[in-house]
């Protein structure tokens, strides 16, 4: 009996010391341990937004990818045989699958990434079917994990702006590598959720523990570009360029009321689908990153300030010299005359670099620069892109007499195309400049800067009537007779516009005779509706402005005016005369 | 006080009578026992029983109906997962039927092309036409591809080059065409170094 006792003590001290044991000693990793058991977690993917052309076109998306995986240590026996159906099926490089399935040691080799999902199922099925072991069972060589492929359906089409992604890091996050892909990369890439809950032979136990974070999807960034036009304004650009045997190119589609860019075009550039073919250098927007001087196309700015400020008048009359003999070197036409009697809408249709010095210099000290600072020059656009340069306009002592007079012709300045589309836009747009815009709507940049067509600024610059003289001078660009720019005329509309051919600053640093043809315009004249812009770099010696830039605005204004639907206006071209 | 002391005489002699009752009142007598009315015991084990078995069963069939559905529920996750997959490998289908390259391409093929001019404008109201539409012309026509990325030089392919007889082969004159690896190129002449094409779209 007492032996009895003892024995069921003795047990039962067992017992306690093991409760202690258990409960007192470290309770928390056997509690872990318990809750790893049977428990599964997940994480719950969000997708990343995709990129929205304005009519909801998609330019970037994301679909359900898969890596496939293989183990060495199964597919070795059979490496020939799946390598090369891997090869076929998938596209992969026989030669590298076959060693990567043959790799001693390694259990894990990745056969493929981003591979659409269907397609990588399909093929895992297949495997799994074709080379079962000897028992019959499903070969268990491959695998699949997530692997969420983006993919980028118009090639080229937009690549200057969407940027692209790279291979996804090691934890799965996207790899954002340029455009706009990388500036709203938060914004798009959402927020992983993660599911925990218990399983049992790979079904989830029903009223089992289940702890849910739901995943945060990434949001959509719809753009202001219009899909086609930016397909047409590409092509219609690489052919302008290529045409002209120039270096680059750029075209900027703007709609005239609401400041939002329809296309911004650069050649060369890529393709968004396959980046790594083409050259790191390309994997940008030149339109903002890049600066040049824009020539006689400023010159509207500088007429419209002069109108504006009650200097001038399209009829005011000037004696042009050949030549202006000023402080450091003589000032001249791009053409040879002798004293020209021309009005100032003369001056403009004809680009006289010296009558436009002539008229400048009734500005008071600063005044030019004001206006240029207004029309959104030296600033950046900041419409959601990185890397965007300010553009120069020399402020403080840097401003000479000299430099002052160049810039009233467009040289000694610099600026970014989508600046100067901006600023052309203004006299467009009523004397009232809209700040351009890219994004639909408003979104939020990586950098915490709120843009948007929501949040695009207006700042009256020039007066209205200012702004209505000034088109009227610039609808002398394109007489057949008078203007310099016939080419760029639109049948049936009236169109305003300016060329520019601007001396370029080179690779080292100094003009070296290579030169930046442009030409900026909107239609119809009388009632505004697009601003385009067109600029190519370095063209064959001789090109101008008007013989380059101008018949691929027509191309692109035509193009545009048929694919809004906007009737001609039926009024008649201004016949201002251009000399006296 | 000698109100006081009659009181108490009144109790005294009211005492024994209280007590008297209270006694009758006390004397119990035992309540007779009702006579039991049996209720039949077999129904009532049976209707617990019934109902235990039919909580027991319905417990168990419930749950195991919870695991159909469960089982259910990760066969049709899965099927969905298929479903979407494909879905989206169709989307891609169509986006890549859609892509405004591909199209022009199969217009330009057809003879079609953009017309670079403005389009007359109908007027729907009054039945006039606006404009000055001109007809397009084949001039109009887009080049469809970019020109392919560039290469970098050393993977540059130098054009077919002619070898002289008894060079390097004792094979006669003949058109060699020198693959993209590095030493190969170095063998051919020198003229074909930068300038020669690079064999790109």
Same mark, same amino acid.
Request: glycine share 12%; net charge neutral; proline share 5%.
């Given at each position: 009996m007492q032996i009895g006792f003892?024995?069921?003590?003795?047990?039962?001290?067992? /017992?306690?010391?093991?409760?202690?044991?258990?409960?007192?000693?470290?309770?928390?990793?056997?509690?872990?341990?318990?809750?790893?058991?049977?428990?599964?977690?997940?994480?719950? #993917?969000?997708?990343?937004?995709?990129?929205?052309?304005?009519?909801?076109?998609?330019?970037?998306?994301?679909?359900?990818?898969?890596?496939?995986?293989?183990?060495?240590?199964?597919?070795?026996?059979?490496? #020939?045989?799946?390598?090369?159906?891997l090869a076929r099926r998938l596209g992969v490089d026989y030669f590298q699958t076959l060693?990567?399935?043959?790799?001693?040691?390694?259990? /894990?080799?990745?056969?493929?990434?981003?591979? #659409?999902?269907?397609?990588?199922?399909?093929?895992?099925?297949?495997?799994?079917?074709? /080379?079962?072991?000897?028992?019959?069972?499903?070969?268990?060589?491959?695998?699949?994990?997530?692997? #969420?492929?983006?993919?980028?359906?118009?090639?080229?089409?937009?690549?200057?702006?969407l940027?692209?992604?790279?291979?996804?890091?090691?934890?799965?996050?996207?790899?954002?590598?340029?455009?706009?892909?990388?500036?709203?990369?938060?914004?798009?890439?959402g927020k992983d959720g993660e599911a925990t809950y218990e399983v049992g032979a790979g079904n989830q136990i029903p009223l089992g523990d289940k702890t849910v974070t739901p995943a945060v999807d990434g949001r959509d960034l719809r753009l202001t570009i219009d899909r086609d036009l930016q397909f047409y304004t590409q092509r219609i650009l690489q052919q302008t360029v290529t045409r002209a045997a120039g270096q680059s190119g750029i075209a900027v589609v703007m709609d005239s009321r609401t400041g939002q860019l329809l296309a911004l075009a650069d050649y060369p550039t890529y393709d968004a689908s396959d980046p790594y073919r083409y050259d790191e250098g390309l994997y940008k927007s030149s339109a903002l990153t890049d600066v040049y001087e824009p020539g006689s196309v400023e010159k509207v700015l500088t007429i419209s300030s002069l109108v504006d400020a009650?200097?001038?008048?399209?009829?005011?009359?000037?004696?042009?010299p050949g030549k202006l003999y000023r402080q450091d070197r003589p000032i001249g036409d791009y053409w040879d005359h002798g004293t020209l009697r021309l009005t100032l809408a003369g001056i403009l249709a004809k680009s006289s670099n010296v009558g436009t010095v002539l008229a400048a210099d009734q500005f008071r000290r600063g005044a030019l620069r004001r206006y240029l600072t207004a029309f959104?020059?030296?600033?950046?656009?900041?419409?959601?892109?990185?890397?965007?340069?300010?553009?120069?306009?020399?402020?403080?002592?840097?401003w000479t007499s000299q430099v002052g007079d160049r810039i009233a012709f467009g040289q000694s300045l610099s600026v970014n195309a989508v600046q100067m589309a901006a600023a052309v836009n203004t006299i467009a747009n009523g004397g009232v400049r809209i700040a351009p815009s890219l994004v639909q709507g408003a979104a939020t940049t990586d950098k915490g800067q709120q843009v948007g067509s929501d949040q695009a600024a207006t700042t009256r610059v020039i007066s209205a009537d200012a702004a209505r003289e000034t088109m009227l001078m610039m609808e002398r660009v394109l007489d057949p007779e008078e203007g310099v720019a016939p080419g760029a005329a639109v049948p049936g509309y009236r169109v305003a516009?300016?060329?520019?051919?601007?001396?370029?600053?080179?690779?080292?640093?100094?003009?070296?005779?290579?030169?930046?043809v442009s030409f900026a315009g909107f239609a119809p004249a009388d009632d505004p509706r697009f601003t385009i812009y067109v600029v190519v770099h370095s063209p064959?010696?001789?090109?101008?402005?008007?013989?380059?830039?101008?018949?691929?605005?027509?191309?692109?204004m035509s193009y545009t005016l048929r694919r809004y639907g906007v009737p001609p206006t039926g009024g008649k071209p201004n016949q201002t005369p251009v000399e006296w | 006080m000698s109100s006081t002391a009659a009181q108490v005489r009144r109790l005294q002699s009211v005492a024994p009578r209280v007590a008297q009752a209270a006694l009758e009142r006390a004397r119990l007598t035992v309540v007779p026992r009702p006579r039991r009315t049996r209720a039949p015991r077999v129904? /009532?084990?049976?209707?617990?029983s019934v109902i235990l078995l039919a909580g027991v069963v319905g417990l168990l069939l419930f749950n195991t109906s919870m695991q159909q559905a469960s089982f259910r529920a990760t066969a049709l996750q899965g099927q969905a997962t298929d479903l979407g997959a494909q879905q989206e490998a169709l989307e891609m289908d169509i986006q890549s039927l859609r892509e405004p390259q591909r199209l022009a391409r199969l217009a330009q093929e057809m003879g079609m092309v953009i017309p670079s001019t403005p389009a007359g404008i109908l007027d729907l109201t009054t039945g006039r036409i606006t404009g000055d539409p001109v007809p397009a012309s084949g001039d109009d026509a887009l080049p469809l591809h970019m020109p392919g990325p560039k290469k970098p030089a050393q993977l540059r392919r130098p054009a077919d080059v002619k070898v002289a007889a008894g060079s390097r082969t004792d094979r006669t004159d003949r058109t060699v065409r020198t693959d993209r690896t590095p030493q190969r190129t170095e063998r051919t002449p020198k003229r074909n170094g930068d300038g020669a094409p690079t064999g790109d779209r």
């Open positions: 003892l024995l069921i003590a003795i047990v039962l001290s067992v /017992f306690a010391g093991r409760l202690v044991q258990l409960q007192a000693i470290d309770p928390g990793s056997y509690a872990q341990m318990a809750a790893r058991e049977g428990r599964a977690t997940v994480v719950l #993917p969000a997708t990343r937004g995709e990129i929205l052309d304005r009519n909801g076109e998609a330019l970037a998306e994301t679909v359900d990818g898969r890596m496939i995986i293989a183990d060495p240590a199964v597919t070795k026996k059979v490496a #020939p045989e799946l390598a090369t159906m060693e990567r399935l043959r790799v001693e040691g390694s259990r /894990f080799q990745y056969v493929a990434r981003q591979v #659409p999902a269907s397609k990588a199922q399909k093929v895992v099925a297949d495997v799994r079917k074709k /080379f079962t072991d000897d028992d019959g069972r499903p070969f268990a060589g491959l695998s699949t994990e997530r692997d #969420p492929l983006r993919i980028y359906p118009n090639d080229d089409v937009a690549a200057n702006l940027g692209f992604l790279g291979t996804p890091r090691d934890d799965g996050s996207a790899q954002a590598l340029a455009g706009l892909e990388t500036s709203f990369n938060s914004w798009l890439s009650g200097l001038a008048f399209k009829e005011q009359k000037f004696r042009v959104g020059l030296g600033q950046r656009t900041d419409i959601g892109l990185g890397g965007e340069t300010n553009g120069i306009v020399p402020k403080g002592a840097a516009g300016k060329t520019g051919t601007a001396q370029r600053v080179g690779e080292d640093g100094t003009y070296d005779g290579s030169t930046t064959r010696a001789g090109s101008g402005g008007g013989s380059v830039a101008g018949p691929a605005f027509s191309k692109l | 129904p /009532f084990v049976a209707f617990v």
